[in-house]
């Protein structure tokens, strides 16, 4: 283990083996941290953090400061970062504002630079936010995302698996899982083909998923038809991996509690991508 000699550490805290924390860094609080991470110059940590294994937390990042909530009192509340994580410069991660919840992040994320995470958010595993994305108070972020550039995830918000967001986009309903999202306001604009391809999703699973797609967003049928179409595909899927990602995305629509995107490009300006 190798501290800093200006490094500050709260006598309350527990700090595991093999950790390397640099000048200045402030740990306050009876904060956990595990192993083998790296916690670079000038990074805070406060309150009830809990820090797994192998994060690189680079300096002026802020883990586990208070809520930017009107309705937070004070209290024991948490931050949780799982093991493998990379947080970049000035990336602020807030802790929960009610004892009973908690923020919490998962496992090989990467969080550039001025990202932000508000309280009692929820991020899943290996996914990128960039430079500046912030995702407001109780948002929900799944897995296998790349959040692109000053995007703004209002609060509760839910954001489905492998899908992708551009840059700019101001997002104020769920994002399907699997889907392009982009604008101000933001529109599906067809299936994450390249994310797709590169999580291992065989050319079936993608034409089923597109499919879905055309069903939901190209048919002009209500939601409640769609939702009737999809579950008839589901039935005649021929895999069961194309079984799991038809359920995956018939369940986040059914339990979208501020309703999916809707909105998608006029189909003169649709952008037709391959499989």
């Known amino acids: 283990m190798a501290i800093h000699q200006s490094a500050i550490i709260d006598k309350r805290a527990e700090i595991g083996k093999d ?23 000038g990074a805070i940590i406060s309150g009830r953090a809990v820090i797994g294994n192998n994060n690189h937390v680079y300096s002026y990042a802020l883990i586990g400061h208070d809520p930017q909530d009107v309705s937070f009192k004070g209290g024991e509340t948490r931050t949780i970062l799982g093991s493998r994580n990379t947080v970049r410069e000035f990336v602020t991660i807030h802790r929960a504002t009610r004892d009973d919840s908690v923020t919490q992040i998962g496992d090989d994320n990467y969080l550039m630079a001025y990202s932000h995470i508000a309280h009692d958010t929820r991020v899943g595993s290996n996914n990128y936010l960039t430079n500046c994305a912030s995702a407001a108070g109780h948002a929900e972020i799944d897995n296998n995302i790349f959040i692109s550039f000053a ?16 840059a700019l986009s101001k997002i104020v309903q769920d994002v399907p899982p699997f889907m392009i999202v982009d604008g101000h306001p933001a529109m599906v604009h067809g299936i994450n083909v390249i994310g797709l391809k590169r999580n291992g999703f065989s050319p079936d699973r993608r034409v089923l998923l597109k499919r879905a797609y055309m069903q939901l967003y190209r048919s002009g049928a209500s ?18 991996e194309q079984a799991a990602d038809l359920k995956m ?24 991508t391959e499989i």
């Open 19 to 41: 950790n390397e924390i640099g000048p200045n860094v402030i740990i306050n609080g009876p904060a956990q941290i595990g192993d083998n991470n790296i916690i670079d110059a």
């Open 249 to 272: 995305l018939i369940e986040f629509i059914r339990n979208s509690k501020r309703g999916i995107i809707l909105k998608a490009p006029t189909e003169g300006t649709l952008k037709v």
């Open 223 to 240: 939601i409640k038809s769609s939702l009737i179409e999809l579950e008839n595909m589901l039935e005649d899927a021929e895999s069961s």
């Open 151 to 166: 995007v703004g995830i209002h609060q509760f918000t839910k954001i489905g698996s492998y899908s992708i967001i551009g």
